[in-house]
């Protein structure tokens, strides 16, 4: 496990690239963390270590959103926290996406626990102050 704490949203290339090398051969990467810890920041970093030129916004109601990265490689970004149900994950196809070879970045997987793969990348985010997190990546 990597332990890396931050002072402020200008150390997260790090974090980025912590995460990107902690991958290895996989591809899901489950992160954890109050709402407002900063998941949806770390995945802007990680979009923007990966060359990503769109901006990395939540996909709070769209469930999931597709970005490209500058070697032309497909990263999706998950949000669960509104979903009911583990039918509604089943109806997004989200087998088709997990288990694609791409990069699946997935906040609140909480949500679908039954459905992550065993070999996911965790990353626990705790809110240390208002600009302090610790990442934790397994």
Not at 23 to 45: C, N, Q, S
Not at 107 to 131: G, H, N, Y
Request: with cysteine.
């Amino acid at each position: 496990m990597k332990t890396l704490h931050v002072h402020s949203e200008e150390e997260l290339p790090e974090v980025a690239e912590a995460l990107l090398e902690a991958l290895g051969d996989r591809r899901v990467v489950i992160l954890r963390g109050e709402m407002g810890a900063g998941k949806t920041t770390l995945v802007r970093a990680v979009a923007d270590a990966l060359g990503v030129r769109d901006p990395v916004t939540s996909p709070t109601f769209a469930l999931v959103n597709h970005y490209c990265g500058a070697a032309g490689q497909s990263i999706y970004h998950f949000d669960f926290y509104r979903i009911e149900n583990l039918s509604e994950a089943y109806d997004l196809g989200y087998e088709e996406y997990f288990y694609s070879g791409d990069l699946c970045l997935v906040e609140w997987p909480e949500k679908i626990e039954p459905l992550l793969p065993d070999d996911a990348v965790e990353v626990r985010i705790t809110v240390v102050s208002p600009t302090e997190r610790i990442f934790e990546i397994e």
